[in-house]
């Protein structure tokens, strides 16, 4: 079943704003993912978060993890046109064996 | 890093006919996975592709309509047989070299039924 959720499902700014996407979900997890997607493309993995971590950096992206609240976000800092894209967490759940359940997205523009 | 190799890119087909998708992977992987993408929604699991045996497929998706093969470690074949318009959408193959390791994605195949 889908567990993730994500908001907002869309989200537009300006050219060196902050984007900060949210994503929720219900199970245990061992670890959870955020993923990118261009024009309905293959996906490109951006950062894993394990549950034992808080927050991890990645460049311009920065995840926290919340396991109490079972959520996580994703913030993009001094965001480019070129991070207009589809973002999507995707979590692992203990059982699932590396069976990833994908939130429903959020459609990020970034506009010049 | 694995680089996957996903063909065909799209295709239209007509109803009740099939179509094959073949994944092949640069180098031996544990996990191979084929997901879904329905237009403008998100990603849903079809089965787990597992190497010479039957592939495990999860609610909602069986054999019959989605058979799998995994000859080896690097190659995947999906097909989605007698097509209707429904299964219109984004087919994605992913693999992992192991568990609980990040998904790398091939570049998808987009399916028109008509």
């Known amino acids: 079943s889908q567990q993730g959720e994500e908001d907002p499902q869309a989200l537009s700014i300006q050219e060196g704003e902050n984007a900060t996407m949210n994503c929720s979900y219900k199970t245990s997890i061992n670890n959870l993912q955020w993923?990118?997607?261009?024009?309905?493309?293959g996906l490109v993995h951006l950062i894993l978060i394990r549950s034992n971590e808080r927050e991890k950096h990645s460049g311009r992206?920065?995840?926290t993890l919340d396991t109490s609240k079972k959520s996580s976000s994703l913030l993009i800092t001094a965001s480019r046109a070129a991070d207009t894209a589809s973002y999507f967490c995707a979590t692992d759940g203990e059982t699932s064996g590396s069976r990833l359940t994908f939130g429903e997205g959020t459609q990020l523009t970034v506009n010049p | 890093?694995?680089?996957?190799?996903?063909?065909?890119?799209?295709?239209?087909?007509?109803?009740?006919?099939?179509?094959?998708?073949?994944?092949?992977?640069?180098?031996?992987?544990?996990?191979?996975?084929?997901?879904?993408?329905?237009?403008?929604q998100s990603l849903t699991l079809i089965a787990t592709a597992n190497q010479g045996s039957e592939a495990t497929y999860e609610s909602g998706f069986v054999i019959d309509k989605f058979p799998i093969s995994r000859p080896n470690l690097t190659f995947s074949t999906l097909t989605v047989s007698n097509l209707s318009p429904e299964d219109s959408s984004i087919y994605l193959c992913?693999?992992?070299?192991?568990?609980?390791e990040k998904l790398f994605f091939g570049s998808g195949t987009q399916l028109s039924v008509l």
Request: aromatic share 8%; glycine share 8%; net charge positive.
């Open chain 2, 1 to 40: 890093s694995a680089v996957i190799s996903q063909k065909p890119s799209r295709d239209i087909c007509q109803r009740g006919t099939s179509l094959t998708i073949q994944c092949q992977v640069d180098s031996q992987v544990t996990m191979m996975f084929w997901y879904r993408q329905q237009p403008g």
């Open chain 1, 35 to 41: 993923y990118r997607q261009n024009s309905g493309r």
């Open chain 1, 61 to 63: 992206l920065r995840v």
């Open chain 2, 94 to 100: 992913s693999v992992a070299r192991d568990r609980g």
